[in-house]
Structures are given as structure tokens and as C-alpha cells.
């Protein structure tokens, strides 16, 4: 019988056919989508996040465990929807406006579904009212904001004032991207700042849990 350890083995050694066959003997085992995802891949994807952390890994092996931990979310998202289980927080997250890059985005992205939390991906490009419409629509808990030009780094600042002008309760905002710093991130009113997917697994989970 397949245990969940396995799959989390599975999961951060990024082999897609294992974790999906391993997923599925969970299921028919008698385990529950939920403990499935909490127990099983939830720790794989945060052994590849501290991986990551440690430049033992890199965005390729990265890449290959959130596809593998994707594949199995496939099989387990409807069960989830059907049981009536829902992610407890939502999070949004998009490149700022005027900036086209999205490497480092999806990565945070697969990483943040990986751990659990209901992702709205906008994309890249995205305006302050965007972020701001999204955050509504879906009751988000949190906004991630990346960039990777520092000629969008206004575009950064201005979609932190929308966001924090606004009041929503208890909304987090968090920035990243390679010309992003913890003292800019600090000047901007950020919440936080991640200099990796890695730690931005850290800081959304230490941010949301805390004002939970």
C-alpha cells in the first residue's frame, strides 16, 4: 500500500508518473483528497522550496516538481470541489504593469498552489486596478507583485498605494523580483518581500496564518 511519504518523495524528486500512480493508490486506499494534498504533497513542494533556498536545486528541478505535484492536483481538485473543500486563503499574484516577464511569477505561483492556497494568476502587465478589482472579486487574503525591470518599479509602488488605499481587511501584499530589495519592498509599505519562491512560501504562509 502506498504511503504518503512516498508521494512526497515522489513530488520533490519531480517523478510525474510515480506521484500520479501513488496519488491514485492513495485514493483507493481510502485516504481523503484533503489529507492527501496536506500530507503529501504540501511537504514535497516545501522540500523543493528549501532546496531551492539552499542553490541545491534550480528553476529546471523546480519546474519538474511543481508539473509532477500539478498532475496530481488534476486528479484531486475535483474530489476537493465535490466534498465542498476549499483552499482557506486565496491569493492573487501578476507581473506589475509595463513588465512582460513571468518566469519568476510562475514559479511562485505553482509553488503557492503546491502549498495549499487558491491562486488567481492575472498575468503579466497588470495595472493597479486590475490587482485591486481581483482582490475584491475574489476576496483575496493576499497579493504577490513581481518585477523584474527596474523601470516598473513606480509601477510596484503605485500598485501598493492602490491596494493599501483601498482598506480591504486584513489584505497582505508582497513583492519579489530581481530588482526588488527588502529596503524597497520597506519604502513601498509591503508587507514582505521574497527573493525566491522558496521564501515565498514562507512569508505568504507566516503572513496569512498570522493575521488569521
Partial sequence: MAELTELTSAVAA??????????????AAGH???????QGLVPGMAIVGDQFKRNEIFVPEMLIAARA?????????????AAGIKPKYTVIIG????????????????????????????????????????AQEHKAHLVGLSALLTTTMPAMKETVRV??????????VVVGGAPITQQ????IGA?????????AVELATRLLESAA
Fill in 32 to 38: 481523503s483528497p484533503q489529507l492527501i494534498v496536506e
Fill in 191 to 199: 508587507d514582505g518581500y521574497a527573493a525566491d519562491a522558496g521564501t
Fill in 163 to 172: 491596494l493599501k488605499a483601498a482598506s480591504l481587511p486584513n489584505l497582505k
Fill in 14 to 27: 519531480g517523478k510525474r508518473v510515480d506521484t500520479i500512480r501513488i496519488t491514485q493508490e492513495l485514493l
Fill in 95 to 134: 507581473t506589475v504593469q509595463g513588465d512582460l516577464h513571468d518566469i519568476g511569477k510562475n514559479l511562485v505561483s505553482m509553488m503557492w498552489r503546491g502549498s495549499g492556497f487558491a491562486v488567481v494568476d492575472l498575468g503579466t502587465n497588470v495595472s493597479p486596478e486590475r490587482y485591486l478589482a481581483a
Fill in 184 to 187: 524597497f519592498a520597506d519604502e
Fill in 69 to 81: 505535484m500539478k498532475e496530481a492536483l488534476k486528479l484531486l481538485e475535483p474530489l476537493l470541489v
